[in-house]
Structures are given as structure tokens and as C-alpha cells.
């Protein structure tokens, strides 16, 4: 595979926030599938994938974004930040809603995912905006799988 195709398919991102803690923190690296025009062909309940930050209208910005750059910022704050989350797929298109997921998605619970959305959320729940507060994420909006965590820079 030659570089400029890797480069499409693959992106090393950096998490910012503590959404993910303790599968991942704020600093780490983590090699990324890129998803291509299908979007979320394939994508698989307990993945991790960056998607695409579209808060609820009237929220606040905030929520912690994953970097090209390596910089610590919350998405919002810099123009030109990339609004993107990292967060862990509980359930794809066709899946039961599972319980308690908050105000966002209350009413679906035990309801089939809608096709072509998944529920997300972050594994430290006290600090995640996730499926819980803006309910069910896109496929289209789905940027990639997190293949693995990268040995940090030296």
C-alpha cells in the first residue's frame, strides 16, 4: 500500500477529554480507520469510533474533541477546530435502545436503533456528552473505527 492511499484510509487523532477514561485519555494516540462514502459499513457494537460533535440546539459547545494536531482543545474554542467525539458503539441499526440512557433517548428504550443510526457513549458517563444527551448519532456522521492506541510520542 502505497503512502498517499494509507493516508487515506488511516488518520492518527489525539483524544482530548476525559470522556473515554479509562480506555483512553486525554493525550493518547489512536490509529483510525478512515470510514469511505459508505460510511458506517461494518461497524460493530463495542468499537470505538470518532464521529462528527452536533450538539442539540442551544448547547453549549464543550465537548471534548479528538485532534489531527496533537493540541488540547474542546471543540467550539478554536475556529477551525475539528468537531469531532470518540466514543464506544452500545448499539447499531436493529438493536434494542438498552435502559437508563437519559433524557435523549428515554422514550426508544427497548425500541430498534433506526437504520442508518447508532447509540453512542463514553465510557466515564460523568463526563461524556454522548447518546444520552443527543440521542442517536448518523452513520453518515460516523468519520472512523479506532483500530488501536499508538505508543505516545517521545
Excluded: C
Excluded at 36 to 41: E, F, K, N, P, T
Excluded at 112 to 124: A, C, M, Q, S, T
Amino acid at each position: 500500500m502505497n503512502v498517499l492511499l494509507a493516508r487515506r484510509r488511516l488518520a492518527v487523532l489525539t483524544v482530548a477529554g476525559a470522556s473515554m477514561e479509562p480506555s483512553y485519555r486525554s493525550g493518547d494516540r489512536v490509529l483510525v480507520r478512515r470510514l469511505g462514502r459508505r460510511g458506517g459499513a461494518g461497524i460493530e457494537r463495542g468499537e470505538v469510533v470518532i464521529a462528527t460533535w452536533r450538539p442539540p440546539a442551544g448547547h453549549p459547545p464543550g465537548e471534548p474533541a479528538v485532534t489531527e494536531d496533537g493540541s488540547r482543545r474542546r471543540a467550539g474554542e478554536q475556529p477551525g477546530a475539528r468537531n469531532w467525539m470518540i466514543k464506544r458503539v452500545v448499539a447499531g441499526p436493529g438493536d434494542p435502545v438498552p435502559a437508563g440512557l437519559g433524557p435523549a433517548l428515554i422514550a426508544d428504550t427497548n425500541k430498534p436503533v433506526p437504520r442508518e443510526r447508532f447509540v453512542v457513549l463514553g465510557d466515564n458517563a460523568a463526563h461524556s456528552h454522548d447518546s444520552r444527551h443527543i440521542g442517536y448519532v448518523e452513520r453518515s456522521d460516523i468519520v472512523g473505527v479506532v483500530i488501536r492506541r499508538l505508543e505516545p510520542r517521545r
